[in-house]
């Protein structure tokens, strides 16, 4: 049995963190044990949704030549995506592991075969390349999440709505990542405590670490009651497109810092 490297052990890592996570997905649909007491098609969605941004996201950074695989992982789910009601898929749980599940363990065990086979020598793109590939430009500037929840709503002139997205898919990335199903400011009091802190932005052991945790959360409470709730209450507002695209920059950078957050 050939020996694994160093980037080997860690892509397998990484990508049984992934399959950890999807495995967990069933319970955001409300199922459990394969059975459903509150299906909530709409919340499993947005999990698996924020689930794939990243998955595919890694793929593109960690796998050389892998644009048109991501492509077809990306068109297989949206071609097998279903309705609510699950119709044509039997019962709720059998459509949940056809449709979120099952396809894409299938897919991160070929890439962990591929990987101990050692057909990737060039595992990650050299951090020159990629700043040379960056394009500073506005949409340059977003993150994934936000292109994502946000950036076909600002194109099309949907300003609230682009907006509104960017902060709801900020919230929603958090809630995925701690497990917390709180909003608002008791999510963000509970997910960034000083004392019992879920995910750590930098480091806590120092003051200055301290000062970053303790700032963030009231930038994302901000966000949320600053942002958020004033476009959510009122079709009215004073957006261009030059203060939507900002707001759009800005929450790119709070999507940034929650991807890069440690696990307490």
């Known amino acids: 049995m050939t020996k694994l490297n ?8 990484e990508l049984a963190q992934f399959e950890s996570q999807l495995e967990q997905l069933p319970s955001d649909f409300g199922l459990i044990n394969g059975m459903s007491s509150r299906f909530d098609y709409q919340r499993g969605k947005l999990r698996f949704d924020s689930w794939l941004l990243r998955h595919t996201d890694w793929i593109l950074n960690n796998i050389p030549g892998s644009e048109q695989d991501v492509e077809s992982l990306r068109h297989q789910y949206h ?3 279903c309705n609510p009601s699950g119709s044509g898929y039997g019962t709720r749980s059998q459509m949940v592991n056809t449709v979120f599940i099952r396809p894409f363990i299938n897919r991160i065990d070929s890439l962990r075969q591929d990987i101990t086979a050692g057909h990737f020598e060039s595992v990650y793109k050299p951090t020159e390349d990629k700043a040379a590939e960056t394009a500073f430009g506005f949409e340059g ?5 936000i292109v994502q929840s946000s950036l076909a709503l600002y194109r099309d002139g949907h300003l609230r709505e682009a907006v509104l997205n960017s902060v709801t898919a900020i ?8 497990g917390v199903a709180e909003d608002g400011d008791r999510l963000i009091g509970q997910v960034f405590s000083i004392n019992e802190p879920i ?14 945790q303790k700032g963030f959360m009231q930038i994302f409470k901000g966000a949320y009651q600053g942002i958020r709730n004033p476009k959510a ?6 957006l261009n497109e030059m203060k ?12 940034r810092r929650v991807e890069e957050a440690n696990d307490a």
């Not at 995910?199 to 970053?212: C, F, H, P, R, V």
Request: proline content about 2%.
């Open 6 to 13: 160093e980037e080997q052990n860690r892509l397998l890592e």
């Open 233 to 238: 209450h009122t079709l009215n507002h004073d």
């Open 244 to 255: 939507v695209a900002q707001y759009l920059v800005f929450a790119s950078m709070l999507a």
């Open 171 to 178: 919230f929603d990335l958090i809630r995925d990542r701690s």
């Open 141 to 145: 500037l977003l993150h994934p999440l």
């Open 199 to 212: 995910l750590i932005l930098s480091e806590i052991e120092s003051e200055s670490g301290k000062n970053d």
């Open 79 to 81: 071609d097998n995506n």
